[in-house]
T-cell receptor
Framework: DAGVTQSPTHLIKTRGQHVTLRCSPISGHKSVSWYQQVLGQGPQFIFQYYEKEERGRGNFPDRFSARQFPNYSSELNVNALLLGDSALYLC????????????????????FGAGTRLSVL | AQSVTQLDSQVPVFEEAPVELRCNYS??????LFWYVQYPNQGLQLLLK??????LVKGINGFEAEFNKSQTSFHLRKPSVHISDTAEYFC???????????FGGGTRVLVKP
């Protein structure tokens, strides 16, 4: 089975431009989360979506937005790019999220894609 | 708020030697803990997880970790490393399934021949 797929793998943009990153979850997974990993740091949570609704948002400016489609794929959009937005953007999917599972289990585990490396010049 | 601290940013180790990567977490409620590995130019791969039950957790590739609630630690160990274990390792926590993962800063392991 295919894992989490992200496109494009690499992207170069200039300051002020906008960018759209795409993610396809593992087949059957209904939740997608986005993380930003700046070079030399751990990933930082940006968004989580489940059943097309936003279920969580990290401490990122409004320039960052996302959505989830009926087929559970997702897009992350970043407007007015800054140099500091240069990072590896990771997408993760899971079958379900808490509330439906009742308690933690393997269905809640997040699986990551290989990421999109964004360079802002 | 949750936080995860990885006490070593880099760990050099010789091939076939043991390695321990240290991780401490802070949380006022029940917490779920994970170790992920990131090979160069790749995404994150789950090594192991602690959800409940036995405090000694075994993962893939010969890694294991021990959950210590009193010391709020979740240290990762491998008794004998290989060159192929050269990678960056991230400890992460979550307070609820599917909720956000909070990551530590990572520990870069360099296995020397």
């Amino acid at each position: 089975d295919a894992g989490v797929t992200q496109s494009p793998t690499h992207l170069i943009k200039t300051r002020g431009q906008h960018v759209t990153l795409r993610c396809s979850p593992i087949s059957g997974h209904k939740s997608v989360s986005w993380y930003q990993q700046v070079l030399g740091q751990g990933p930082q949570f940006i968004f989580q979506y489940y059943e097309k609704e936003e279920r969580g948002r990290g401490n990122f400016p409004d320039r960052f937005s996302a959505r989830q489609f009926p087929n559970y794929s997702s897009e992350l959009n970043v407007n007015a790019l800054l140099l500091g937005d240069s990072a590896l953007y990771l997408c993760a999917s899971s079958l379900i999220i808490i509330g439906l599972a009742g308690r933690w289990g393997d269905k809640n585990i997040q699986y990551f894609g290989a990421g999109t490396r964004l360079s802002v010049l | 708020a949750q936080s995860v601290t990885q006490l070593d940013s880099q760990v050099p180790v010789f091939e076939e030697a043991p390695v321990e990567l240290r991780c401490n977490y802070s949380s006022s409620v029940s917490v779920y803990l994970f170790w992920y590995v990131q090979y160069p130019n790749q995404g994150l791969q789950l090594l192991l997880k602690y959800l409940s039950g036995s405090t000694l957790v075994k993962g893939i590739n010969g890694f294991e970790a021990e959950f210590n609630k009193s010391q709020t630690s979740f240290h990762l160990r491998k008794p004998s490393v290989h060159i192929s274990d050269t990678a960056e390792y991230f400890c992460a926590s979550s307070q609820a399934a599917g909720n956000k993962l909070t990551f530590g800063g990572g520990t870069r392991v360099l296995v020397k021949p």
